[in-house]
């Protein structure tokens, strides 16, 4: 149950709720309505909802109730010929329910309200010209709405806008004869979009990009012949994926690199564990697994930092007598570095003339993370976490809650796993999934260092705990001294409220 099912029933004025005084007991005798759950004089809206929605009939006599909740649930379900008065409404609530359901032409002065939500849901209902006020909006989520229903051809109107969120979105729709001029957007997630548009012959123009992420997005579609420069990419990634697609080419094989470096790193997944044990084991050298650091001495010595004795220490090993030195990183651990203008690197020409015949194992299938019924922690912008101070499974609710409401993943501590409240898929820490997400929540956990080894590259950490002198607090960006149990619900109740209108809107 919510909390908005465990509220007292009161009224818009802060009475409580008495059944015999209201108007609709012939309803109320026929199952129509209960007070506390579907009721017209409750000061809920969703239980105000509800009434209204059983009872749509009567949506036309409450549109100059003097609660707003109720005048905006009525909006919602009232004749349409009833809703243009609404439109001068004193709250942006109502004046937005009614914006969303009149006919467009009525609704034109609307993009122009001094409320943001009502302007959201103009920009929402509009099209064509009538979306023009909407370009220069202060609001990005008025902007970003209006251009998703913008005629393609009023699309060059938005590519410089302010925001790279809504310029993404451009990037995402422009016709492909504009798409090369936004290879020059200054933020590199607009100019992945445009890499993942761009027609194969212009993807040149991005083969030097600055950022990691836009060169990868490259190496996945431009021409095998295109990719040889890709081959002394700084970043590992973009190197084995530009070796992988040539070597698929056998007039290309002869730009191949095969010389064993000094360190070779790997990550530590399942398979990366796998493959770095089995060539250490035949290059008869050492293994530092599951690093969450990784440096080089003056002397040329991978120094591999791992969490040991239980997570209680951080260590660092280094292999000195042997070569190749090797170590798996957990995913998602290490920083993006910054790039390297005018990093080259030697290539060596090699032909290992293999043979699939003396290849004794094959690739059957391969499942991906998307298709995966398992949690993907690693790569969530959003996660909600929780931890022993939640005291009970039934608690855990409020973080899957909170997490419903953000669109975002949830997740917990060990012990969570331990006591049968999560299962380990949604384990974050040392022994569990390393994140770095945007946002991360953390309610009712400590903070040892075993949770925080998989927790402090994320860009924002907000810790909630009862003890000030959690050690969660040491790394959080911001910390909340409070009762999870208590604050989370309201939480929910806080972004609900202000995500409401925008789900309307889209």
């Known amino acids: 149950m919510t909390e908005d099912d465990l509220a007292a029933a009161l009224d818009w004025k802060g009475k409580p709720v008495r059944c015999r005084e209201c108007e609709h007991l012939a309803i109320n005798a026929a199952g129509l309505c209960a007070k506390g759950k579907a009721c017209i004089r409750d000061r809920r809206a969703r239980r105000v909802e509800r009434f209204l929605r059983g009872n749509q009939e009567l949506a036309d006599h409450y549109l100059d109730h003097p609660y707003f909740e109720v005048r905006a649930g009525a909006a919602r379900y009232a004749n349409l010929f009833l809703l243009p008065p609404l439109l001068a409404d004193p709250e942006a609530e109502v004046r937005a329910m009614a914006t969303l359901r009149l006919p467009q032409e009525r609704i034109k002065a609307m993009i122009h309200d001094p409320d943001t939500d009502v302007r959201i849901a103009a920009a929402a209902r509009l099209t064509g010209r009538d979306l023009l006020p909407a370009i ?148 008869q050298t050492g293994l530092t697994a599951d690093c969450t650091e990784l440096a080089i001495d003056d002397e040329g010595s991978l120094a591999a930092t791992r969490p040991t004795f239980g997570g209680s220490l951080l260590c660092t090993i280094f292999t000195l007598n042997f070569r190749p030195q090797m170590a798996t990183v957990r995913p998602r651990v290490l920083e993006m570095p910054e790039p390297a203008p005018g990093r080259t690197g030697r290539i060596i020409e090699h032909d290992p003339k293999l043979v699939e015949a003396d290849i004794i194992t094959k690739v059957l299938d391969f499942i991906a993370d998307r298709d995966s019924n398992m949690a993907a922690l690693p790569y969530a912008d959003i996660i909600v976490a929780g931890g022993l101070g939640l005291h009970s499974a039934e608690n855990f609710q409020l973080v899957k809650q909170l997490a419903e409401v953000l669109g975002a993943e949830y997740g917990g501590s060990r012990p969570l796993v331990q006591k049968g409240w999560i299962t380990a898929d949604r384990q974050i820490g040392q022994t569990g999934k390393t994140v770095r997400p945007k946002l991360y929540i953390a309610a009712g956990i400590s903070g040892a260092i075993q949770h925080r080894v998989g927790v402090e590259g994320a860009d924002m950490i907000v810790a909630i705990n009862t003890d000030p002198n959690a050690p969660i607090f040491e790394f959080a960006h911001l910390g909340i001294v409070a009762d999870a149990v208590t604050l989370l619900p309201a939480l929910t109740e806080a972004f609900a409220a202000r995500l409401r209108i925008n789900r309307l809107a889209s």
């Open 136 to 283: 220069k909006d202060s609001a990005y989520m008025v902007r970003l709405t209006a251009l998703r229903r913008m005629p393609v051809e009023m699309l060059p109107l938005v590519r410089h806008d302010p925001d790279p969120e809504v310029r993404a979105w451009v990037a995402r729709r422009i016709d492909f004869a504009a798409l090369p001029d936004m290879c020059f957007d200054p933020d590199p997630l607009v100019r992945r979009e445009v890499a993942a548009r761009l027609p194969l012959a212009q993807l040149g123009l991005l083969l030097n990009d600055s950022d990691f992420r836009v060169r990868y997005a490259v190496a996945e579609r431009i021409a095998e012949e295109d990719l040889v420069p890709l081959l002394s990419d700084p970043e590992e990634p973009i190197r084995e994926l530009a070796r992988e697609r040539i070597a698929k080419v056998a007039s290309l094989a002869k730009h191949l690199e095969t010389e064993s470096p000094a360190g070779r790193p790997a990550v530590s997944l399942n398979l990366g564990r796998d493959l770095a044990g089995s060539v250490a084991t035949t290059l």
